[in-house]
């Protein structure tokens, strides 16, 4: 056990030093505690630069609240933004509970959203199939599109060792241009960054469609997606936690080498942990697409699979927590969008982050303020 | 300091030196007055006294866990104590690093190296000096070295990596390390550990030269009879205090000695029973097997085990018997055939292994034998989540699960506050319980055991090898692999002898014996063993 | 036709950025820290310089405060992973989120295309006249890729000729081992986070005040400073390894974009002038090499059996072994 870097200070005239000490246990309470904490904390750092740098702190994070739970309307616009979150946020808390470090939710979404487009544009299903074939279909191929862009980082790692942070990275490029390709070459709508919208079939329902039913429900946009994403979240608690592979999982995730030990092969739980987590992300990509903008176009993510990172880690790769964490995400991008500077949302990630790391030590570590007695002064 | 009187007392029968407790009056080199040191949840040091005079070789003897290496990383300066008082040479000192302490004359070489191994033997000493100033001319050093090693009788290349060195050739560049620094005072922390018998002889000629120039010396260790063949004085520790400071060696048994480290009668007690030999549980033919930095750790293994019977390895570490095991259990792959109940299973998953009722304790208990932020429970499915009760289909029963672990808690007294508690909070003692609970709850009809009692206490290492024997008892074959000879000789019933690679010996319990086994875990081969022995002794000659 | 001295020239610019970026990442890798943060540092670096050069119209200063930015952003990870032994890889992943999020709010309102005081460009008298590599290499290039040349062999010595290095390596590789004789591993691996954020910062500062001037918002490095980290890998470490994969990495993006403007190539109609979306396959190439270069380096790491410093990404604790 260790002493840790004590730094003896002067105050009052005598010596003492902060030490962390390594703590035994660490009360229930301690965690949520200081999650909550660090975001606290890191909202007052965000509103600090955000003054530094000219805008009102209490008017943009305001404007965050209305714009995104001030009314029916845009609760729904949030949900919307949440459902890729939820699904990537999946991905990412599945991958890094293996210390599986998958950065590419953002280019297996783009690849899933590739592959359920290519169903209506290539296309894979005949036009006119009704809808209740085709959706399937695009889901099935959003979850491939997904796994197979996340297998590849996953053989690199496998046969080859190779750092996922980094191929995982250099795919997500890798798929902007693929999707850039496309959108701006076969399937382009005029020689604009988006194809032509897909047929009705092609849509994924959303409440506004009961309207006519249900006036009330008019103009919410909120769609089927929401829900596969909520029943993705249920399902892969449940495998994580109650079946033998999600067991496996864990015992990877902490110690590789006692895995190896217990006879569990690891090299084939990297692929299929990359693979599902990249059929989630591909999911998040299909009901993009498929729910919200009806056609494929250059940059419709405004970056779910790298928030996805954040939401994972606040969520502690839980994946029931994903979806409240999530959805809060979901304002921060919804209302983001308005919010002038344009990098503001994701400092505002990047600072909760850090300070949900920094605050991690104190579940470890105890801060304590020791008094040192100066020791020529016990003579016996 | 000034030396001692000269020293060239002759050895007695037992290699002791022959001299009067009034001789060793002296100047004290180091003093310790009153040491207190707390960690989360226990108080390492309680209250110690120690004093250590100039020249003499003081022994620190306590079981593992007493507090001995916490105090002498108090002393070295890696912890500062929460109260009491070091004087070196009679002066109150307080160090607040490493560093601190080797500017007072202190040299500490650790138990477990602390060394670099993609560096060369002078690199590692050179680390922390302050020359040379800005280039780094390796040349002037290593001779300057070279020399060093050769005035102290401590032979080593210092152009070497020290990867590429043994483990008896990277001690001496621990000890070369503090030497270079003019150290007055060393501390060796249980340093015969990883040793051969041969090698704990050279060693201890090279401590009572340094003794003879004017050095002093503290030697922590937890083996009696060592401790009675080295040391001047012996200063014995239990849980934190010191129940008798500063005792002559001449004037206490090795009963004694065990009283006071233990607080009780020490009789290790087993009975091994003759039991008939049974089927060959495991035979290797003429395995070949790499190591990790790809040079050959297995040339050639070949041996049999039957059931009921223990088959000791004793090895110096470095010299295949950890890959022995992991070929066996199918975490290496090797060339030749390993027969497990006549089946070939070399080179075959784990997983098949664990299938076949083969159970492993592993050396590295934090590393590879429990995941450390995992709970009780799943450490202790780790093996047999895949089968009923526990499994599911692909779901796993939870509460099943939970009542196998109360079980085994219970039943093998892992001391922990729940079956939730996460392993790394968990002692060494404990941690050795949980393994033996998973691995031998499962009735195996082959274990293998590499190291299973080092750094436990006493009564860890009491119900370990009880255990081991009543597994035997049930018709287990086992594998004992132990760098600790006298736990061999205590448990198996052959014993086979490993150096570099290959089976250099195998005896019979009874056929036996230290010093044969000792040259053989050395290199000498088996006519040059039984050619040496029919000399005259020579143990205690430098 | 394609120039190729223009592009071996152009790629050797390119490449003194991915030079910095990849050299500051093997100090603070070789004293056993990872440091994932590049890209937002080299954007901070980026955006820093820029604003400084054109609000005072002193580009050595840009440069300078870059340096500072970059490495004040390092300092950032350097309390979380070292004092808070917090895991590296998350740091890392935060700081470039935090360097991006903060450089795109810095730079709001920055002109994007910049005629702004750059840093300036020189020919060496007697090198630039040494046939081939001349007109390459010592022809009119910024300063700062000169500033390159030296810094790689100055790297290298320090690492493995001075005393400085022999401690650096030490506490990358087994820190107790300096520690127990002195050696104040927390202090040096602060030191090396910070050098590799000063260098990050230069690198940044590179792209907008030397090679491709003007602020473009997270464009402007667009990926660069994971690239440099790749480079590190595949440069299993070495400061010449890296210069080497750097230098190569420029000219062969270099050669892509020049790919794409002729009408025929060798003869044959060149397919990205014929036909506009094939260029995005040429966007990809630098990435895929990316990924081409890591396997070449696992797969030597795994040969030979060396690879890494033993202690990257393990928090130093004293008294407390492995994770």
Known sequence: ?380 | MTGGPARNAPSGPFGMDERRVSEVEGPLAVELRGIVKRFPGVVANDGVDFALRVGEVHALLGENGAGKSTLMNILDGLYQPDAGVIRIDGQPVAFGSPRDAIAAGLGMVHQHFTLVASQTVTENILIGLDRPRFRLRLARYDDEIARLAETNGLHVDPRAKVWQLSVGEQQRVEILKVLYRGARVLIMDEPTAVLAPQEIDDLFGTLRSMTAAGRSIIFISHKLGEVLEIADRITVMRRGRVTAAGLPATSVTKGQLATLMVGREVLENLERIPMPPGSVALALEGVEADGDKGVPALRGVSLELRAGEILGIAAVAGNGQSELAEVVTGLRPCRGRVLIDGQDVANRPVREAIGRGVSHVPEDRTGVGTAPNLSIVDNLIMKSYRASPIAHGWAMDMSAARGVATQLKDGYEIAAPTIDTEARLLSGGNLQRLILAREIDSRPRLMIAVQPTRGLDVGAIESTHRLLLERRAAGAAILLISEDLDEILTLADRVAVMYEGRITGQFDADEADVERIGLLMTGASAEEAGAIEAAPASRGAV | MIDLQLVAAAGIATGTILLFAAVGEILAERSGVLNLGVEGMMLIGAVVGYATAVSTGNAWLGVVLAMLAGAMLSLLHAVVTITFRADQVVSGLALTFLGTGLARVLGEGLSKAGAIALLPRLTIPVLSEIPILGPVAFTDQSILVYVGYLLVPATWYFINGTRAGLHLRAVGEEPAAADALGVNVYRLRYQYVLAGGLLAGLAGATITLAIQPGWFGALTVNGRGWIAIGLVIFAQWSPFRAAFGAYLFGAIVQLTLSMQLPPTILGFPNPFFEYHPNTFFLDMLPYALVLVALVLGSREAMRKRIGAPAALGIPYVRGERGR
């Open chain 1, 1 to 380: 056990m260790s002493a840790g870097p004590g730094r003896p200070s002067r105050w009052a005239g005598s010596l003492f030093s902060v030490r962390l000490e390594p703590r035994l246990y660490a009360p229930r309470w301690l965690s949520p505690a200081l999650t909550i904490g660090a975001v606290a904390v890191a909202l007052v750092l965000s509103g600090i630069i955000l003054a530094v740098v000219g805008a009102d702190p209490i008017r943009v994070y305001a404007h965050i609240l209305r714009s995104s739970f001030g009314s029916i309307g845009v609760i729904s616009d949030t949900l919307v933004k949440a459902t890729p979150l939820i699904l990537t946020g999946l991905a990412c808390a599945l991958a890094f509970r293996m210390r599986l470090w998958n950065i590419g939710a953002e280019g297996q979404l783009l690849l899933g959203a590739w592959a359920a487009s290519a169903v209506v544009l290539l296309p894979i299903v005949p036009a006119g199939t009704p809808g209740f074939i085709v959706l399937p279909v695009m889901l099935v191929a959003g979850f491939l599109g997904g796994a197979f862009w996340g297998l590849i980082p996953g053989f690199l790692k496998a046969r080859f060792g190779v750092n996922e942070i980094i191929a995982t990275l250099m795919l997500n490029y890798i798929a902007f241009s693929w999707i850039q390709y496309w959108v701006f070459g076969p399937w382009t709508e005029g020689g604009f960054q988006m194809t032509k919208q897909f047929p009705p079939e092609a849509w994924l329902p959303r409440l506004d469609d009961l309207a006519d039913t249900y006036p009330v429900l008019s103009g919410l946009t909120v769609h089927t997606g929401f829900l596969i994403a909520v029943a993705a979240a249920v399902v892969l608690w449940f495998v994580l936690e109650r079946s033998a592979w999600g067991y496996e999982i864990r015992l990877i995730g902490d110690s590789p080498r006692a895995a190896r030990y217990a006879g569990i092969r690891i090299a084939r739980n990297i692929l299929l942990v990359f693979a599902v987590s990249g059929g989630l992300a591909g999911l998040a990509g299909m009901t993009e697409i498929s729910g919200v903008v009806h056609r494929l176009q250059d940059n419709f993510s405004p970056g779910y699979g790298y928030t996805a990172i954040i939401v994972a880690y606040l969520a502690k790769f839980h994946p029931l927590r994903v979806v409240p964490v999530a959805i809060l995400f979901g304002a921060l991008i919804l209302a983001g969008r308005e919010i002038q500077p344009s990098g503001v949302p994701a400092m505002i990630q990047g600072i909760i982050l850090f300070c949900l790391i920094a605050s991690e030590v104190f579940l470890r570590y105890r801060v304590s303020i020791v008094r040192r007695a100066p020791v020529a002064a016990e003579a016996r």
